[in-house]
């Protein structure tokens, strides 16, 4: 284990939403990650001193959702320069150290397009400094926009939560995989148009579906709600059709990690089938979202690079085998819902509905 594997326990208090990730110190400082693998069971942080420490917690899914690993690609990028300060690296070095290290932080994840572009966001931020710029500048620069990603990503998750709450049907509520305040820097996404909506004097039943392989429905999506006392069952996933068809649900909402121009989404594998589903049974279906996950260069869904992984998810999830040896696994991590199935996307600028190039493009006040 490296330096960075540290771990400390940190309580989170019940009625308050969870923090997924933070900064400790000055530019000199390290990033601490929420280790959501071991959650709801244990609460531990996970201290990352270095890049490599970054990476690995974004590809194992230590921290996890397409706005926190964008806010943790940030945060990496300081990491990267601390790493050439103590490594007392020349200006030029310096430099080219953060932006190896950057495009190993923005391709971790394929899928989700929030990590490229918080990337891609601080690196603009040194580009116009001198190339003599020092080590030391160039990390309180690189924190500094991190940083300013993260506190702008809690007042998007605010913002989302107040529209979808005003969009959203009176009765209870079925979502997928978790959109909470562990997925981003703030309330959430799909979780903060329930909270929002429930903090307003709502009262409805969350199914959440328990999300397999990884389980990040009932692990994590129920753990939130309970911290949050909101009522929650969850369901296996496959129990979703009948569930539907018992009439019970009002509306299925769920997260993305990309939207294309036609608004095409991916989102966590189950989420397509999902869609399909409440379209059968006449269910709204909304998708929450902030403008960074839209990625306006990719014209559809077929476009998207859709990440798989290891096969031990599947064949024995949470380290239980679930499979005879020898069996071989499909374990998409991601499908793409057709933007036909989607009754409205949620930004932190309004709702898109109908979902068309047209709408989008207008709701992000693109020409």
Known sequence: MTEAGERGQSPQGRGQSPVSLRWVGDAAGYLEILDQTLLPGRLEWLACHDVDAVVEAI????????PAIG?????????????AVRAGLAADAARAHVLAQGERLATARPTAVNLRWAVERCIAVIDPLPEDTPAETLAAALLDAAQTIHDEDRELCLAIGQHGARVLPAGDVLTHCNTG???TGGAGTALAVITAAWDAGRRFTVFADETRPLFQGSRLTAWELVQRGIPVTVLVDSAAGHLLATGRIAVVIVGADRITACGDTANKIGTYALAVLAAAHGVPFYVAAPSSTFDLAIDSGSEIPIEERPAAEVLAPLGVPAAPSGAAAFNPAFDVTPARLIRGIVTERGVIAPVTRETIRGMLGVG
């Open 59 to 66: 590809t194992s899914l230590r921290v996890r959702g397409a």
């Open 71 to 83: 806010i943790a690609g940030g945060y990496g990028l300081a990491v990267a320069a601390g790493e």
């Open 181 to 183: 305040a562990l997925a």
